[in-house]
C-alpha cells in the first residue's frame, strides 16, 4: 500500500469512468472535476452512508438544505468577507500567481524556475464574487457559498421555532461548496468546486467539553464506515497560535493519503461566535429557553465538518491493490461492500448461446429490480470480465453456465479471493 502513487489512482479513475478533468474536451478548466458514473455512484452511496449514519438513525438531528445563494450580510456576519483569505505571491517574471504557504521554496518560482521574483504577499479573498438580478452595485453582490455552515446557523431559528427540540441538538446539511483556490492540486483533494456534509451541533456551553469527545468518537466510526486503516488515521490537536479566530479547539483528523498525511475532516468548537454575530448583525434573537424553565442563552456549536471528495480520495486509496493472478498482474479496488458502485456483475459464460444468454437476463433483472446496482457484460471472455469488475470494486461476479440450466445454481467469484462457488440462484442476495 506505501507504494502507490496518485498517478495510480488518476489513471484508474478516469480509465473505468470515476472521475474525468472538468470541462476536459474543451482543454479542462482547473480545480475542477466530473463525476463519471461509477464515480457519482460511489459518491452518491458515501453521502447516503453519512446521512443515515448521523441524520436517519438519529432523533436529535434535523437536515436543512440552504440556498448556495445567501444575503452579503451572512458572510460579512461571518468574517467571511474580511477574512476569509490565503497569501498570494506573483513572480515578477513570468506572472505566475501562488499560494506562498505551499510553496516548496519560497524564493524560487515552481513556473519558470527563476529566484528572488516574489514580491509581498498579499491576502486573497477566496470567494466567488456574484451579482444578484440585471442591475451591477454593492447592493446585489453575493458569493457562491465557500462552505455550507452558514446557510445552517441562519436556518437555526427556523428550526427552533418550528420543531423547538431539546439541547443537545444538531442541523446536518449536504451540499456544494465554492473556493477561488489560488492553487488548486492533488487531484480532487483541493479543487475549487467541491461538496461539504456539516453538521452544527448545538449545546449547553456547560457541556462542550463532553458533547466534543462525543464527536471525537464518532469522527473514527465515521472512518470505520467508510473501510479506512484505523492506523492511517490520525488526529491533530490543532495548536492555539494555529486556531481558527472563531474555534476555542479544534482536531483535525488526518489520513496517509498518496500525497502524504493531510487533513480528512475537521471538529471544531465554535463557542457561541457564529449565531451571536448572526444575533449582531440581523437583530435577530438566537437565544434558546430551556424548556418549563426562564434560563435562556445563546447554545454553543461543536462541528464536524466532512468534504465528500477527500472522503472519496480517501476510499479509493485505501481500496487500492495490486497482485498477481495467473502470473499476471492484477489490479482491484478492495471496497466495502455498500460503497460499492456495483454491487454485482452477471455475465453469461458465451454470448453466443441463446439458451444461457435468456437465462443470464433473467437473474440479471431480477437482481436489478432488487439491487439497482447491477452490471450486465457480455463482452469478451470471461477472464477479461472480471479483470474489468476487479479493477471497479465489483464485490460479487455471477457467471450463468451449463450447469445452471440443469440445476437452477451460479457460479459466484469473489473480487478479493478470486475464489468461486456455485450458489442456488433462489439463494443470491
Known sequence: MSDIKLDDIVSLAKRRGFIYQGSDVYGGLSGTWDYGPLGVALKRNILNLWWHMF????DDMYGVDAAILMNQKAWQASGHVDTFTDPLVECSECKGRFRADKLDNPNKCPNCGKEGTFGEARPFNMMFKTMVGPVESDAAVSYLRPETAQGIFTNYKNVLDSFYPDLPFGLAQQGKAFRNEISPRDFIFRSREFEQME??????????????ERWRLLGHEWCRALGLPAENVHELEVPAEELAHYSKRTIDFEYDFPIGREELFGLAYRTDFDLSNVARVSGKNMEYTIKGTNTKFVPHVIEPSFGVERALMAVLSAAYREDEQGGEKRIYLALPEHLAPVKYCVSP????????????REVYEALKKKHGAVMWDDNGNIGKRYRRQDEIGTPKCIVI????????TVTVRDRDTTEQARVDIAKLQ
Open 349 to 360: 459464460l458465451l454470448k453466443n448461446k441463446p439458451e444461457l444468454v435468456a437465462k443470464a
Open 401 to 408: 453456465d451449463f450447469q445452471t440450466l440443469e440445476d437452477n
Open 55 to 58: 441524520v436517519d438513525s438519529r
Open 199 to 212: 453538521i452544527e451541533w448545538f449545546v449547553d456551553p456547560a457541556n462542550w467539553e463532553a458533547e466534543f
